[in-house]
T-cell receptor
Framework: RKEVEQDPGPFNVPEGATVAFNCTYS??????FFWYRQDCRKEPKLLMS???SGNEDGRFTAQLNRASQYISLLIRDSKLSDSATYLC???????????FGKGTRLSVIA | DGGITQSPKYLFRKEGQNVTLSCEQN?????MYWYRQDPGQGLRLIYY???????QKGDIAEGYSVSREKKESFPLTVTSAQKNPTAFYLC?????????????FGPGTRLTVL
């Protein structure tokens, strides 16, 4: 099983839609979870950390389900500017760096 | 301004040549990382360093070398032994306080081998 798995998409949604991405991870001891955003031909940028109790930042909501080892990202009222690739990131086994998923591509269409 | 800088933005090299990519950070981060990204693919870890004068191989270290002589600098050399070096190279850094924290990325270097 890969350490971090995401549906590659693409997800094509109209403006204003709600879209959800899921991500599964294999290391049950993982403690740190993040969502990053990567625009085409640019570097990844931190979108939000994911906390055990779930957290919200404007139109974005992140949830963590430790029992099932998955993380979700919900985007409400999608904007054209939300079009990007969203990377799920989890800390690796033992004292190792973060592990990045391959990303889910989102296209928001007018 | 605090951040991570990478230079150059675009780099062209002939086959058989070594080339060094620069990465500097002024965030006072302990850890630094190098990733490679191919078109439509995810990030793959090349090398990382948690402390000055020490570094570890990542998943695809063959054909690459690094040094960490200063906390703020982590240059990557792509050697002629790297069979397919054309890619987008990303440098990142993070604090290690409390474990591995979120990473911050530089703008990347696009390397093309002619």
């Amino acid at each position: 099983r890969k350490e971090v798995e995401q549906d590659p998409g693409p997800f094509n949604v109209p403006e204003g839609a709600t879209v959800a991405f899921n991500c599964t991870y294999s290391n049950s001891a993982s403690q740190s979870f993040f969502w990053y955003r990567q625009d085409c031909r640019k570097e990844p940028k931190l979108l939000m950390s994911v906390y055990s109790s779930g957290n919200e930042d404007g139109r974005f909501t992140a949830q963590l389900n430790r029992a099932s080892q998955y993380i979700s990202l919900l985007i409400r009222d999608s904007k054209l500017s939300d079009s990007a690739t969203y990377l799920c990131v989890v800390n690796g086994a033992g004292n190792t760096p973060l592990v990045f998923g391959k990303g889910t591509r989102l296209s928001v269409i007018a | 301004d605090g951040g991570i800088t990478q230079s150059p933005k675009y780099l062209f090299r002939k086959e058989g040549q070594n080339v060094t990519l620069s990465c500097e950070q002024n965030l006072n981060h302990d850890a630094m990382y190098w990733y490679r990204q191919d078109p439509g693919q995810g990030l793959r870890l090349i090398y990382y360093s948690q402390i000055v004068n020490d570094f570890q191989k990542g998943d695809i270290a063959e054909g690459y070398s690094v040094s960490r002589e200063k906390k703020e600098s982590f240059p990557l050399t792509v050697t002629s032994a790297q069979k397919n070096p054309t890619a987008f190279y990303l440098c990142a850094s993070s604090s290690l306080a409390g474990g591995y924290n979120e990473q911050f990325f530089g703008p990347g270097t696009r390397l093309t081998v002619l």
